[in-house]
């Protein structure tokens, strides 16, 4: 359960550190055109989330002697983290030749990311059969997706002013690359009958009139937006409305997740004792009232009070939201007679995948109307009441509707240590 549970670390390490860094690095050292970066990022979302329901496809569909989701991982886990490393080597000089350079590595980056990440994923329902066992398992997986996510956000600075950008690439790839290794010796396939009859489209009909699955992937994209939002509205927040430097944007988000490393337990006690349909339903009113304070603190000791009580929250849901969606892949295996753990990630990751064009918009709309003017040396007053609402206004209105899509997730709960289908015999 730990070995596997290493992976997230890669997961998270790979993938935060190239959301936030990667665009700052073409733009501001580099001093590729923004437009054309903004361009490279449009196409690299598109193809992520095109890439997820087909390759979540296949890997269902694959047979072989290693299993379906093992062979993706081992044979891709290398060349992933090469083309990470590759992103922070730019080995043509020029605008435009590192605009296309840029562009390339990313779109190969993405294939091996998705066909690796999404098969690490798919893994998890399949292992871990109970809720106990989910419980324990998605703590964890969060926890040392926590850590990935905290020295690839935090500590990717301190490394690239001190030894540089390519040393730092290199230095992540192999970490990565290594906890990737260590999650393939924890990790297991069960034996599989026959091969899935369905064609893409069949198989993505079937996934969309699964009710639970609609239920779940409109609250998860709801609740991914929150964390977006958080994220993106922090360091307005800190300059605005605290009049504090950029590190404060360190202590803020420091709380957030050193709160959450040991609560991801706490959540896992409490969705073995009331399942976790009720479970997901109070983490979010947790998350939603430790957002409000931000509605009216003015210090930044305040704040990082503040942002340790959002962590519990947060605890909540990134151990929750990965036990549902394996509900849900048990009940469509009652309703076909087949694991489609592949598919079901898939179409989860193709729709989550917009949440953050859906905040990038929010965003733009409530500083647009809180009259911010982007570049201005000084900003009219009513700014610090949008970005107070950015944080602790506009998420707890969305997470009202994700509270709403979770009262209708149809699946009740599940007797703690009551084994899936799946575990009392193969397809």
Not at 115 to 137: C, D, G
């Amino acid at each position: 359960m730990i070995r596997y549970g290493s992976g997230n670390l890669a997961v998270n390490l790979l993938g935060q550190a190239f959301a936030t860094y990667a665009t700052f690095y073409y733009i501001d050292h580099l001093g590729v055109d923004p437009a054309l970066i903004g361009l490279a990022m449009v196409i690299h979302g598109a193809l992520n989330a095109l890439l997820n329901p087909l390759v979540g496809h296949l890997s269902d569909r694959t047979r072989s002697r290693w299993g379906r989701r093992l062979p993706y991982i081992t044979i891709g886990m290398a060349p992933l983290a090469a083309t990470f490393a590759l992103i922070w080597i730019p080995l043509v000089e020029g605008s435009t030749a590192q605009f296309w350079y840029f562009l390339v590595v990313v779109l190969v980056y993405d294939v091996l990311h998705v066909v690796v990440v999404l098969n690490y994923v798919a893994l998890f329902p399949e292992m871990f059969v109970t809720i106990v066992e989910r419980a324990r398992a998605a703590s964890w997986r969060q926890l040392f997706g926590i850590v990935g996510m905290i020295v690839g956000v935090a500590a990717a600075p301190l490394l690239y002013q001190a030894v540089g950008w390519a040393a730092m690439g290199i230095g992540f790839a192999v970490v990565a690359l290594a906890f990737f290794a260590l999650s393939l010796t924890g990790s297991r396939e069960r034996a599989q009958a026959g091969r899935e009859h369905f064609g893409f489209l069949t198989a993505v009909r079937y996934t969309l009139a699964n009710r639970a699955f609609l239920a779940y992937v409109a609250g998860g994209f709801l609740l991914q937006v929150t964390f977006a939002l958080l994220q993106a509205g922090v360091p307005f927040f800190t300059k605005y409305a605290l009049g504090e430097p950029d590190t404060a944007n360190t202590l803020i988000l420091g709380a957030v997740f050193i709160t959450a490393i040991p609560l991801v337990y706490v959540w896992s006690r409490v969705t073995t004792r009331v399942g976790p349909r009720k479970a997901v339903l109070i983490a979010i009113v947790v998350y939603g009232l430790a957002l409000m304070p931000f509605l009216v603190v003015g210090s930044l000791p305040l704040a990082v009070a503040t942002g340790a009580a959002v962590g519990a929250g947060i605890a909540g849901m990134m151990v929750l939201l990965e036990i549902l969606l394996a509900e849900v892949i048990d009940e469509d295996e009652r309703r076909t007679g087949l694991r489609r753990e592949g598919m079901y990630m898939g179409m989860n990751g193709f729709v989550v995948r917009w949440s953050t064009s859906l905040q990038a918009v929010m965003l733009s709309v409530v500083l647009s109307a809180s009259g911010y003017r982007a570049g201005a040396a000084e900003q009219p007053e009513s700014v610090v009441t949008g970005v107070r609402l950015l944080l602790g206004g506009v998420p707890p209105a969305v997470l009202a509707l994700a509270f709403l899509c979770f009262v209708l997730y149809p699946i009740a709960k599940a007797t703690p240590g009551r084994p899936t289908p799946w575990a009392r015999s193969p397809v």
